[in-house]
T-cell receptor
Framework: DAKTTQPNSMESNEEEPVHLPCNHSTISGTDYIHWYRQLPSQGPEYVIHGLTSNVNNRMASLAIAEDRKSSTLILHRATLRDAAVYYCIPLHGSSNTGKLIFGQGTTLQVKP | KAGVTQTPRYLIKTRGQQVTLSCSPISGHRSVSWYQQTPGQGLQFLFEYFSETQRNKGNFPGRFSGRQFSNSRSEMNVSTLELGDSALYLC?????????????FGPGTRLTVL
């Protein structure tokens, strides 16, 4: 399983962009990069995933480095509701068995 | 479409007892995974079921077991409870087992062992 490194915590001001980095230098060529977040007192929720190309959805954007050893989750305009723990999770492409390996994640604090 | 539901939401047991937690996945989802979350260890994978078969298991003792029914509903059981089993138990469902399928988590069952 690929190892990930994320900063323990980050701060942002409301309505400003947030860039959450993740290092996954041991990722294999078929590992998808998934991001989940966990709001206080809730179960985790899916945010976005990608393989090689940058991805956008209604929640966020995912920028994947060309060598795939790192990625950045981008929240374009942080809101108070985005305060959560963000997890970067590599998932094997061909033999996934529903197993998400959560690291310590990044606790994002959003200040009004 | 209703989300993942877990029952009960809160549970208090004493050491040595056993407990059964229930998870109802989103309609049409065939894969159900279970996770344990504690302040010290974070979120840890317990096991995953797909079409009534356990396909993957985390590093937990045999006291932790589970099953999945034909309607995809799942239960997990913990026997001979220990204080360290106090945790939030989360269930997640997905359409199938492909890695690009997002998992949808329930609100969890908060288990306290006294």
């Amino acid at each position: 399983d690929a190892k990930t490194t994320q900063p323990n915590s980050m701060e942002s001001n409301e309505e400003e962009p947030v860039h959450l980095p993740c290092n996954h230098s041991t990722i294999s060529g078929t590992d998808y990069i998934h991001w989940y977040r966990q709001l206080p007192s809730q179960g985790p929720e899916y945010v976005i995933h990608g393989l090689t190309s940058n991805v956008n959805n209604r929640m966020a954007s995912l920028a994947i480095a060309e060598d795939r050893k790192s990625s950045t989750l981008i929240l374009h305009r942080a809101t108070l509701r985005d305060a959560a723990v963000y997890y970067c999770i590599p998932l094997h492409g061909s033999s996934n068995t529903g197993k998400l390996i959560f690291g310590q994640g990044t606790t994002l604090q959003v200040k009004p | 479409k209703a989300g993942v539901t877990q029952t009960p939401r809160y549970l208090i047991k004493t050491r040595g007892q056993q407990v059964t937690l229930s998870c109802s996945p989103i309609s049409g989802h065939r894969s159900v995974s279970w996770y344990q979350q504690t302040p010290g260890q974070g979120l840890q994978f317990l096991f995953e079921y797909f079409s009534e078969t356990q396909r993957n298991k985390g590093n937990f003792p045999g006291r932790f077991s589970g099953r999945q029914f034909s309607n995809s509903r799942s239960e997990m059981n913990v026997s001979t409870l220990e204080l360290g089993d106090s945790a939030l138990y989360l269930c997640a469902s997905s359409v199938d087992r492909d890695s690009y399928n997002e998992q949808f988590f329930g609100p969890g069952t908060r288990l306290t062992v006294l």
